[in-house]
């Protein structure tokens, strides 16, 4: 299940990435992006089809690692304070 979270993780920071390279017109880095996310989302999906429902907790957790460490990062990369 760890190995859950980490895609989910990867998923969804990926995801974050990609809106903030839209909002900020980063047309590469979204191209670039998107064959990412793809893979990340084959990985959660084939985690979650072997998991079923006790797969929620993990997923959650890796989410929120996710979302947080995209907003995290992309600032820092971005030269933001």
């Given at each position: 299940m760890i190995t859950l979270s980490?895609?989910?993780?990867?998923?969804?920071g990926l995801r974050s990435v990609q809106q903030l390279n839209v909002i900020h017109h980063l047309y590469l880095p979204a191209a670039v992006t998107s064959f990412c996310i793809a893979a990340a989302e084959v990985s959660v999906i084939i985690g979650?089809?072997?998991a079923g429902w006790p797969a929620v907790p993990?997923?959650?957790a890796g989410g929120a690692m996710g979302?947080?460490?995209a907003m995290y990062l992309h600032k820092r990369a971005r030269g933001s304070k």
């Open positions: 980490l895609s989910t993780a990867c998923l969804v979650i089809v072997g993990w997923v959650g979302v947080t460490a």
